[in-house]
């Protein structure tokens, strides 16, 4: 992300001005709002790296090791049934705990033996009841999104799923917008009424002065920085880093950092900022809401990186001052279930302590998984 001025853009209550009109305090409370949007975006993009070193490096091996030992734990529960000496009670609560302990590392692996495990303690075939399942929850997800989903799309997996999604709405919208350029062509091969024709001068000038209001401030920020005419090296170099920014900046309509470089370069001053007029501020505002908008969208984008890439409670509310105290709590997490799992492994073996331990078991209700509330 490129460094962005220090100077704040806001319109000052004075003696000649004791109150703001309305557009001056929307436009105060969008430069706010996209301020602290900035900042956020910042804060995220710098946990970026740290975040990905530690999650790979110390997370994914936990995970990996959590889920063999939940295999063996498995292999150890089924060799234990052959034995003769358990009763039909406790043959039954075994068969539940296995036939649960599977769907849950079945969830992130495809295991040819572990489903047959299952089929061996479950009245229905793994593959045919996760068939019907996928087969249902998609029917759901279609109904609620208002769409088809394509048949490949893994249901399984949020990134997959999001990913899916977004390039279904964007095909949507192209479609959308394709079916309203065909109308707006029909519509223009008819008489149109006074109406429409204000109508649509009205958005012309608009946008047009929309356009002029970026223009107008890009213009004096590349008049004055314009590096070949500057003969001094030092200072060469520099008007062209801030000329990139000022291009960056206009390339993507971003008022705000254009008028923070103009209050850097003393282009303008807080009397010029409190003396803008109420038809140009309604421009200014209107280009500050798409800017927000546009930060607002970008800021959902990195966050659900966080909350799909990882066992982190997907509606739990991350921020950048939390994120990583939930990624280490969710390692210290694993590695006690990793501890409890040796700790069963090594009971289990000892017919007697399971036989023991079924006796106090009792059916759990299931935990809720992103399979079961995909949202």
Do not use: C
């Amino acid at each position: 992300m490129s460094s962005t001025p220090s100077r704040t853009v806001s319109i000052a209550r004075n003696q000649d001005q004791p109150h703001l009109s309305k557009h001056q305090k929307t436009f105060n409370s969008l430069i706010q709002q996209i301020e602290r949007g900035r900042a956020t975006l910042a804060a995220w993009e710098a946990l970026e790296t740290p975040y990905k070193q530690k999650y790979t490096a110390e997370l994914m091996p936990l995970l990996k090791d959590s889920e063999e030992l939940q295999v063996n734990l498995v292999r150890r529960l089924d060799d234990a049934n052959q034995q003769a000496n358990l009763s039909k009670t406790e043959r039954r609560k075994l068969a539940a705990i296995i036939v649960e302990r599977i769907e849950d590392i079945l969830l992130t692996r495809d295991d040819d033996e572990l489903k047959a495990i299952f089929n061996q303690y479950s009245a229905v075939d793994y593959d045919a009841a996760e068939a019907a399942n996928q087969a249902e929850l998609k029917s759901a997800m279609e109904e609620v999104l208002g769409f088809e989903l394509d048949d490949d799309v893994d249901l399984t997996s949020p990134e997959d799923l999001l990913a899916h999604a977004h390039q279904k709405i964007i095909e949507e919208e192209s479609r959308q917008d394709a079916a309203r350029e065909a109308a707006q062509a029909r519509h223009a091969n008819r008489k149109k009424s006074p109406r429409q024709l204000a109508a649509e001068a009205r958005a012309q000038s608009e946008a047009q002065q929309l356009h002029l209001s970026i223009r107008e401030i890009y213009r004096k920020l590349a008049s004055a920085l314009h590096p070949d005419r500057e003969p001094d090296p030092a200072e060469r170099e520099r008007k062209t880093a801030l000329m990139q920014r000022v291009n960056e900046a206009y390339d993507k309509r971003n008022l705000l950092l254009l008028l923070q470089l103009q209050l850097e370069l003393e282009q303008i001053d807080q009397t010029h900022i409190n003396n803008v007029g109420e038809d140009r501020l309604k421009h200014y505002n209107k280009i500050l809401r798409e800017q927000l908008a546009e930060l607002k969208h970008e800021i959902m984008r990195v966050e659900s990186v966080y909350t799909t890439q990882s066992m982190l409670d997907p509606f739990a509310a991350l921020t950048p001052g939390n994120v990583m105290r939930n990624l280490d709590a969710e390692i210290h997490r694993i590695k006690r279930a990793i501890r409890d799992l040796k700790k069963d492994y090594a009971a289990f073996g000892d017919i007697h302590y399971l036989k023991a331990w079924l006796k106090t078991w009792r059916k759990s209700r299931r935990r809720e998984t992103f399979v079961d509330f995909p949202f």
